[in-house]
């Protein structure tokens, strides 16, 4: 009702008849160190998974990305040469997104896309 309004249709609320409130446990996005992936998404061979034992997976994925190996893509060994060579200053580990745009505005040229997979049937579609 309020995008229309914004949008100015003119619309007006009379009289509500049901207010039916949904809540849901709220579960911020983050990082960790290595977790397997599905096997429908390893299946695809679509993303590298690099296997580290810190809390730095995104590091490492954003060295994957930068440095493509040819060979075992998921060893964290292929990427440690270039571990300095983007700036995390005051950047938390697991990196939280809202802490993102504060990396992509250190390291020129870098842009970050997060994408979330769900279970949830009503996102199948």
């Known amino acids: 009702m309020s995008i229309f309004v914004q949008a100015g249709s ?9 207010l039916i409130p949904e809540m849901d446990t709220y579960e911020p996005l983050q990082g ?10 390893h299946d695809t061979k679509a993303l590298v998974n690099i296997k580290n034992d ?3 997976c995104f590091k490492w994925s954003n060295l994957a990305a930068l440095h493509p190996a040819s060979n075992h893509a998921e060893r964290l060994i292929n990427y440690q040469d270039y571990k300095e060579e983007l700036k995390f200053d005051g950047i938390e580990f697991p990196v939280p997104i809202h802490q993102i745009s504060k990396l992509e505005k250190q390291n020129r040229g870098i842009s970050i896309t997060v994408i979330g997979i769900t279970n949830d049937e009503k996102y199948k579609k």
């Open 32 to 41: 960790s160190s290595y977790i397997e992936l599905p096997k429908d998404i």
């Open 54 to 56: 810190d809390q730095q």
């Open 10 to 18: 003119g619309w007006t609320l009379h009289q509500n008849h049901a």
